[in-house]
């Protein structure tokens, strides 16, 4: 060895050890194209049959979900993954138990711990339809909402393997319903499991397996790899913080004027804004051509793109969950339900 690729060497050591106490493997580390590609293949596969609500479909796609919670170490809420809700709570008879499925990342600052940021996707589609054009009667949902599932699952996964953990907690959930009404996340909301006094924000993951969009504004087809967009972009200062996490992954967390405000009422983070809590949607653009149709296949998601989401929505995990300032609501008309639910929330 040459004194000079010995001084090298030391100097390499040196960092390492420097490093040493705090370097750990990153969450986003643990994220990548085949761990998606593979539970997207199950929860979207033709054995679940679309994941209709209620259907056996369903309850395989939250036992597998149950499953992976597992796996990533996630803490039990009342010593289960589920959160049942019978059908006389649903005001809907005749309909069996739904779950949500749920579980904790437990943070590490003494107080912050006890407050809770929300990750959230909905497991359930469509089911199928006999009457289909065509031969396939199956209607996967593999963008709407497995590619969501999958990032909930790949985030809490990532999260519970590394040594870097948030210093509040995060409740991962996903819902069951959303296709009939957004069922499990307005159940949640009102049997909350942690309470929503102390939930500071939710972070809804859509439909973000896909790139080729129809634009909101004239049906034309847009590319949106590398952008993300949130619903509801300006009603709170979760939008511009999504945007500072989403650099760190490569992703362009933007405002799609067209949409940012209709497609706040269209999926889970609605429920939970009407309780008060600010929460929204991120989806890789809105409608593709694949939406709510049967062939909304696992094997044409794009997986590539959807690691780099993936990343970009586990920074924003990280960097909602140690942020001491919770979230907020914008003082914009659009807002004042939410802001008054808020207020009652919070004894106002
Ligand atoms: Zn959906």
């Keep these: 060895m ?153 985030i809490a996964q990532a999260m519970g393997r590394s040594k870097v953990r948030p210093k509040r907690s995060v409740l991962f959930m996903c819902v069951f319903g959303e296709e009939r009404g957004m069922q499990g996340s307005t159940f949640y909301g009102q049997n909350p499991l942690v309470p929503l006094m102390k939930t500071v924000g939710m972070l809804n993951i859509e439909m973000i397996g896909r790139t080729n969009k129809e634009s909101a504004k004239n049906g034309q087809l847009e590319d949106w790899t590398g952008r993300l967009g949130v619903t509801g972009f300006d009603y709170s200062d979760m939008g511009s913080r999504l945007v500072a996490s989403g650099k760190k992954a490569g992703i362009d967390v933007v405002m799609d004027p067209d949409a940012s405000g209709p497609f706040f009422m269209r999926s889970d983070n609605r429920a939970m804004a009407g309780f008060g809590i600010p929460a929204h949607t991120v989806s890789v653009g809105y409608e593709d051509p694949e939406y709510h149709q049967a062939n909304d296949h696992w094997e044409t998601i794009n997986y590539a793109n959807m690691a780099k989401v993936v990343r970009a929505l586990m920074y924003a995990t990280l960097d909602l969950a140690n942020d001491p300032v919770e979230p907020k609501w914008a003082d914009i008309p659009a807002t004042q339900r939410y802001r008054e639910a808020w207020a009652k929330l919070h004894g106002g």
């Design 2 to 154: 040459s004194s000079r690729s010995l001084l090298i060497a030391s100097a390499l050591v040196a960092t390492l050890v420097a490093g040493g106490a705090t370097q750990q493997a990153h969450p986003s580390e643990f994220v990548d194209e085949n761990l998606l590609r593979g539970h997207l293949s199950f929860i979207a596969s033709d054995a679940l049959e679309g994941r209709a609500t209620p259907s056996k479909g369903l309850d395989m796609a939250a036992e597998y979900i149950a499953a992976q919670f597992r796996t990533a170490g996630l803490e039990e809420v009342n010593e289960s993954y589920f959160q049942l809700a019978p059908a006389h709570r649903l005001n809907r008879e005749g309909m069996p138990v739904l779950k949500n499925v749920v579980g904790i990342l437990r943070g590490t600052d003494p107080v912050l711990k006890d407050t809770y940021l929300l990750v959230t996707a909905h497991y359930d589609h469509i089911g199928m339809n006999p009457n289909a054009p065509g031969d396939d009667k199956i209607f996967n949902g593999a963008n709407d909402d497995g590619s969501g599932t999958v990032g909930v699952i790949a």
